[in-house]
């Protein structure tokens, strides 16, 4: 009788390639004795198969360490060197977008080392009346000891970061080869993809950015380790797991997610079940409920209060999250496959919300459905691409749920890990096509030398890694400096309200430095003796009015921009309260700077900054008309700043010495007053 064949086990082939359709034909086996390699080929070394205990066996394959899996250095040390050189130009970079509030205006920060002990009990956007629930203060203590010693010398924190990021590029080249032993060439090519990648401009250029760098590179260092306890059995590799997931967590909450990495990992690549890969987790899930706990008794709260606002949470006040998800997740393929343009925001109204009658919503939904289905098909298969995918829509998920939960904007730095399951998916594609020989030999044919089988997929990929390479450095020029950098997203985001305001503030800048230069030779030569002769007299005049055009003509740019961000936003409180900033300070009209911090006000009531530059016009109203009801209103307009942001320095600084000037502390007035002048 005829025997049955015996279908071929999961672990049977190896993770990105497919199982042959075509019988192959019997071969006589060799003894272990006569056995030896050809020389001068080489040879990829197998998946080692699962163990599985005879009949009587009580050790289960989770008791049997992997067999250890040996790493090859120059790969890593390509990956490493890469990822610094890469990010070389940002090195004399200064502060820029979100750095501002990370570093120079983070009061705990500036203190240095002996802040720290604020910063972990505060919350991330603590100095900017936000109530976000972030708590990541690995970064934030890394800023705080390079004040301690370098003081605010930007410099440092990019090299730093690109320092940072080059580790990550030694530790996932690492990681990559323990997971397909024997296949260096596609462990590093899915390493450079990572690594060359532009979309991580806005993490590696920007020095906010280095929450992500953390976050990813323990992530990466706690799959690393509990891969090595998976090959030594060794507890301290635990250990160093559970402590590589602690510091991710204090850079980011996101970071969670990776508990999906490390059984995906084990059933993928250590070829354990899925019920022996979830057992596992039971270290890790008691790492992230301390840790929780910890949030929880630091800032008294797990989620925060995202704020009521169009420019960055549209979507949930035009209820369409979960349209707009979907067609967030068309951009972000987008951007993985061709990362151009790259645009640092893409707040309200870049990306018109999702709909029913919205042909990219359809599209983004089909795509899910698509994608989830191959994912599934791919954990079945255990295939390389699905690999792939599942990490790309675990690392996605805080991305995707920004905008699912709490209607958030779109932004490149949600897809930083993301890039690794892009690279798995596009060499396994590759590797697919191109690569048509087998790495075994016969009678008839020789197996030819590893580089030659893949000189087509490395041709390609130097091809790709030089066009993301070029793509990245001169993405990096954007990020030297705010001008540079909102200036850089006008022409492909012109419908970003945030975007207008943050161009038309650069121009107040720019407007105040030349107001400031008149009046600072308006000074010098007043202060003459005896007095200043006609010839200098004209000649400061000259120099005076020559600064107060630039200012003009730069304060009518702002007022522009500002108006454009209002058409597109019209209830945008802080444009309003850039305007006001405008006649306040460049284009002096009192009457104008009222209303429109009064615009402000009704557009943004928990706006601190308005309320303070209000008290101020109407202190110095006050006491050069000797007027105290002005006075009274200046009290007023502090307390209130103090009411909306206990956090505001400058509206306490104001009221106290107002208060110990004129003995004034005003909490209430009546309208008749406040609507008087």
């Known amino acids: ?62 008791d049997i360490p992997l067999a250890t899996r040996p790493v090859v250095w120059w790969p890593l040390a390509v990956l490493a060197l890469l990822g610094f050189v890469l990010y070389a130009n940002t090195f004399g970079h200064q502060y820029a977008l979100d750095d501002i ?47 301690e010693y370098f003081k605010d010398d930007p410099n440092i924190s990019h090299v730093i970061n690109a320092g940072l990021y080059a580790l990550t590029g030694l530790v996932i080249g690492a990681l990559l080869q323990k997971w397909l032993p024997g296949q260096t060439i596609i462990a590093f090519l899915i390493g450079l993809v990572f690594i060359a990648h532009p979309i991580h401009t806005e993490i590696v250029a920007n020095i906010k950015g280095r929450d992500e760098i953390l976050s990813f590179l323990f992530i990466s260092l706690m799959l690393l380790s509990y891969w090595r306890y998976l090959e030594t059995k060794q507890s301290g590799w635990i250990v160093g797991a559970c402590a590589s997931l602690y510091l991710a967590f204090l850079s980011k909450e996101s970071s969670i997610v990776s508990l999906g990495l490390i059984p995906a990992m084990q059933y993928w690549f250590a070829r354990r079940n899925v019920w022996q890969s979830l057992i596992s987790l039971w270290p890790f899930l008691i790492v992230a409920a301390l840790f929780f706990y910890q949030k929880q008794k630091m800032i008294g709260t797990l989620s925060g209060t995202p704020p009521v606002d169009w420019a960055n949470y ?31 925001d893409y707040s309200y109204n870049v990306i018109p919300s999702g709909s029913k009658g919205d042909w990219m919503t359809w599209a983004g939904f089909f795509t899910f459905v698509g994608l989830i289905w191959l994912t599934w098909k791919g954990f079945v298969k255990r295939t390389l691409w699905g690999f792939g995918l599942f990490w790309f829509f675990v690392t996605m998920t805080p991305g995707l749920g920004f905008i699912w939960l709490r209607g958030g904007i779109f932004a490149e730095r949600f897809a930083y890990a993301a890039v690794m399951g892009f690279g798995f998916v596009l060499i396994w594609a590759l590797q697919k096509l191109l690569v048509k020989e087998s790495a075994t030999s016969t ?42 950098l909102f200036n850089s997203a006008l022409p492909y985001a012109p419908n970003s309200c945030q975007v207008q305001r943050h161009v038309a503030n650069e121009w107040i800048e720019k407007g105040l430095k030349d107001r400031n230069k008149a009046d600072s030779i308006a000074n010098v030569t007043n202060a003459i003796k005896p007095k200043p002769s006609p010839e200098q007299i004209k000649k400061a005049q000259t120099l005076i009015d020559s600064n107060i055009a630039h200012a003009n003509v730069h304060g009518r740019w702002a007022l522009d921009h500002l108006q454009q961000s209002t058409r597109i936003y019209p209830n945008f409180g802080e444009a309003y309260f850039s305007m006001a900033y405008v006649f306040q300070k460049i284009t002096p009209n009192v009457d104008s700077a009222k209303y429109y911090y009064k615009q402000t006000i009704r557009a943004a009531n928990a706006y601190a900054p308005a309320y303070n530059n209000l008290g101020v ?24 700043s103090m009411v909306v942001n206990p956090a505001y320095v400058d509206g306490q600084n104001n009221r106290n010495n107002l208060m110990k000037a004129t003995g004034l502390d005003v909490k209430f007035l009546p309208d008749s007053i406040l609507n008087k002048y």
């Open 1 to 62: 009788m005829a025997k049955k064949k015996q279908p071929a086990g999961p672990g049977s082939e190896r993770p990105g390639q497919d199982r042959p359709n075509r019988p192959t034909t019997p071969k006589p086996a060799l003894t272990p004795t006569n056995s030896r390699p050809i020389p001068g080929r080489t040879t990829e070394t197998p998946v080692r198969p699962t163990v599985r205990p005879t009949a009587g066996q009580s050790a289960s394959t989770s």
């Open 617 to 640: 016009i109407y202190q110095g109203e006050g006491i050069a008309q000797n007027n105290a009801q002005k006075l009274q209103l200046a009290s007023y307009y502090y307390n209130r």
């Open 101 to 147: 509030a990370a570093v120079s205006q983070n009061l705990f920060v500036k203190k240095g080392l002996s802040g720290i002990p604020d910063l972990m009990r505060t919350e991330f956007w603590h100095f900017s009346n936000i109530s976000l629930g972030y708590y990541r203060p690995l970064s934030l203590i890394t800023f705080a000891i390079e004040q």
């Open 314 to 344: 549209p979507y949930a006040i035009e209820k369409s999250q979960k349209s707009t998800t979907f067609k967030f997740l068309l951009y972000y393929i987008r951007l993985l496959v061709l990362p151009h343009p790259l645009v640092y």
């Open 443 to 484: 009678e008839e044919q020789p197996a030819k030398p590893v580089f030659a089988r893949y000189a087509p997929v490395l041709g390609i990929m130097a091809v790709v890694a030089g066009l993301y390479s070029f793509k990245t450095v001169e993405r990096n020029r954007d990020w030297e400096n705010n001008f540079v």
